[in-house]
């Protein structure tokens, strides 16, 4: 099933690749786009319907203007430039998990249009700012949910019928699609992975979505071509679907590049089609053939007015953008008294906003970023997940912290507990209690354990006894040993000395 | 025959508040007539006997604890099958929908509930309300009471014949090119489609939404304002409808004083093609008018020759859209899944066995025209003509206060007459259509019966968006004056079913 | 404008999910190529400079404020629905994922 592709280097010699993204991302509203229905995630399945959302005959669409808000802020934030009039459209196709067979949706008339993100990949020559350019971002509603039943997958082909939830019908969508992405060279893939990151980042600065990939809150498509060089017309795309993880993106880049590389040089055309991602295997495989253009019969929704946003109407949204991610950065840098260097690192392991509301719910800078930098991020990639995937709360680290400056917890313990949290054991207390991970603070076990330590290397004593004070370091990992590492070091290394006479 | 049943709604709404009927006895009487006639005449597609009575019971209940309830409180109504009843069957005349119970009631159905209307049952339709004789309805067509032979008109002939019939004193249509006028004028009976806008669309099964509007049927002006105060207004579940207060249209119904004022004669609305008696009568209403103190002018409207080319665009292409939800999944038939078919296998099986010929006429038409590579030829063109038949009307009433034509070429035809040629049948709705295209309001009344058939004829007025009221003081000063002149109701002259 | 064949109406079948019988093609052609013919009526008036009308009345910025309202329950939102298994729309086999 797997394609032939060859080294990504390699690729790169013969071809200059073009990437689009086309991003579409769940709004947080209350209500869906054209009812009164609940947006919450989740829910028995069918129960956040209503004869809108299942496109019941009679049923008519009332637009929400937080939705109309959203997208607006949206575009003022990607420096898009706002429609003076536009309209919704109908996209008319037959599919079971959109019940009126046509999307309402945004065709020629988008209310957001070119627009622009600039995003900083490394590169070989140090930092460099790439200009991603938004075609535009318009309105439009999502579909609900099919389950494919029977067969021996659960996937679609082969499933003998399918199920459908409507839950998800009708919640607001904006889809933002960028302009072919020229001159990005081999950093196609990390160019691809930062603009998704920087466009989540800034969309939960917004506060219009939870922003979350593993929930389909944000998805992504991306298209990718290659020419021979950038003198030479657009080559033939491939549309990616279902490249649900920043990793992916990148990830999905890397092969299509090795993929249609491969296709090109064994003399192949690339085929127009939209490709599955597969996180598992990292690969994509073939989808619908998109060589013959859909006919979707666009034409303007007869059922809802104009929309002809006010200059004062898209003012006064500006003014509630939050502050400019950059201008942000230089405040926090400042704030926290951390170098640009440690802001960075911050920023390419994503938890710059995760370090923010932890700052913010008490936790010392220092603190909150030694935990996302460190153990977090590590057993994040260990995972290939991001760090906020992992759903480790601010609340759930302070309690850790707050143990550690206790002495009820010393490093190695608080990783035990941080793995239980992530292995969503139950809160922190419960979890050190469980897993019976509190300090060993009792004198009496400890001095059992030095002696114990001595009497298995009896240089040991004497070295110590003779100012050779760093040996007592084997004698305290011996009996951290022993403690299975519950044992306060620094009160082992107290008791080590006042039984051999030494002072430190 | 009981008497009652031969009241208009305002009489029955006066007797009702003096105690001297119930609304139960009422209630009761024109279901006793339903199901005298209605094996005949067929205007109903669904007798709610039970619905009606507890409706009237309450109402009834109601009045005698002194509550305050709104004039047309315990009057009973046929109401078009095309707007969802919770908990009563809503077919739109179709197969597709046959047993279908919506969980929900339309706007329009929620207020007539609140003014105490006892709703009777649901009337026959064309299916999806295509079509301009109801022959076109999955449940076979409606006779005309005036002969039982010939058609009542159409989409709405059920609620036109319900009132001819007597079946009942008021109805509910919609109208999209011409559904409820052309009914009232080929069956001697008063229909309004009200300003585009002006009355919600709220669980009105939509046949083509730039188009669609409900409006009031009576047997007086009177009557059809009374109901229209009740069905209109502003509703937020409804975007396209217009948030202003309703046209004072009873205070019009019972003013009809139109000394001084100017109308107008579409002179493209008449003429050839019309038949002679129709414009007989015509040209008599004008005279008429003329008596009363108004002054008539010939206006043209030279787009109008355009409107039906442009109107078979439009409405086909938002139909063809608005009819995809009748897919087999979430509601209605579902045809051929048999477990071997695909979805798109059954959906499109389920399609062609639910759909009547002029409905997938109309849906592939309106596929074809809004194809991307004749959008702008077709779909586009029509929306521009469109612009220029609401020019027309601007120019127009910006020198008169209302236009008059007549409502339909023709009075009823036979049944089967016009059944296999679309293009003739389309021709019913040349005067209506130009009004909906527009979104204004419009008319339709009685003026007489046409000599060579005994068969009634109607005049359509039309007025400026949101001057619904100026077609009710011109229609009481019209209907008055000939009611004078004829000495009776006009259904009074028809030889009864 | 192109007279409208049998294999259009077929393709236009095929996408508008109609199923008509291949006997009735040419019955369907014949009809929709007079109305066509008929419509066709349009291109003969003179539109430059007009702006296609797509709303009767002249409105803009209708919103509904966010705020839940009441939905439909699992066994209202099913009731009428052919298929129906596990609170869930049952629908047979989809060929491909759009």
Known sequence: MAEPVIAFDQALKEFDPVLGLEVHVELGTRTKMFCGCSTEFGGEPNTHVCPVCLGLPGSLPALNRIGVESAIRIGLALNCEIATWCRFARKNYFYPDMPKNFQTSQYDEPICFNGYLDVDVDTDEGRKTFRVEIERAHMEEDTGKNTHMGGATGRIHGADYSLVDYNRAGIPLIEIVTKPITGTGKYAPEVAKAYVAALRDILRGLGVSDVKMEQGSLRCDVNLSLRPSPEHELGTRSETKNVNSLRSVERSVRYEVTRQAARLLAGQRVVQETRHWHEDTGVTTSGRSKEQAEDYRYFPEPD????????????????????????????????????????????NAGVLELVESA?????????????????????????????????????????????IATGALNDKLARQVLEGVIAREGDVDSIIASRGLAVVSDDGPLLEAIVAALAADPEVAEKIASGKVQAAGSVVGAVMKATRGQADAARVRELLFAHLGVSE | MSELIRKDASELSALLQAGDISSVELTQAHLDRIDAVDGKVHAFLHVDHQGAIASARAVDERRSNGDALGPLAGVPLALKDILATKGLPTTVGSRMLEGWIPPYDATVVTKLREAGIVILGKTNMDEFAMGSSTEHSAYGPTHNPWDLERIPGGSGGGSSASLAAFEAPLAIGTDTGGSIRQPAAVTGTVGVKPTYGGVSRYGVVALASSLDQVGPCGRTVLDTALLHSVIAGHDPMDQTSINSPVPAVVEAAKRGDIAGMRIGVVKELGGDGYQSGVRQRFDEAVVVLQSLGAQIVEVSCPSFDFALAAYYLILPSECSSNLAKFDGIRFGLRAGDDGTRSVEQVMSQTRAAGFGDEVIRRIILGTYALSAGYYDAYYGQAQKVRALIAQDFAKAFAQVDVLISPTAPTTAFKIGEKLDDPLAMYLNDIATIPVNLAGIPGMSLPIGLAPEDNLPVGIQIMAPAMADDRLYNVGAALERALLAQWGAPILSSMAGV | MAAISRDDVAHLARLARIDIPESELDHYASQLDAILEAVDKVSGLDTSGVEPMSH????????????????????????GAPAVEDSRFRVPRILDEE
């Open chain 1, 304 to 347: 809802l007015i104009p929309i002809a946003p006010s200059r004062e109407w898209v003012e006064e949204l500006r003014s509630t953008l939050p502050e400019n991610p950059a201008v942000r950065r230089a405040r926090l840098t400042k704030t926290w008294n951390i170098s640009e260097l440690e802001m960075e690192n911050l920023i």
């Open chain 3, 56 to 79: 009767p009345v002249k409105m803009e910025n209708v919103f509904r404020e966010d705020i839940p309202a009441p939905s439909l329950n699992a066994q209202q939102a099913l009731a």
């Open chain 1, 359 to 403: 700052v913010n719910a008490g936790m010392s800078p220092d603190a909150a970023r030694k935990w996302y930098t460190g153990e977090l991020a590590r057993v994040a990639n260990e995972r290939g997940v991001e760090v906020e995937e992992l759903g480790v709360t601010h609340v759930e680290l302070a309690r850790i912290e707050a143990l």
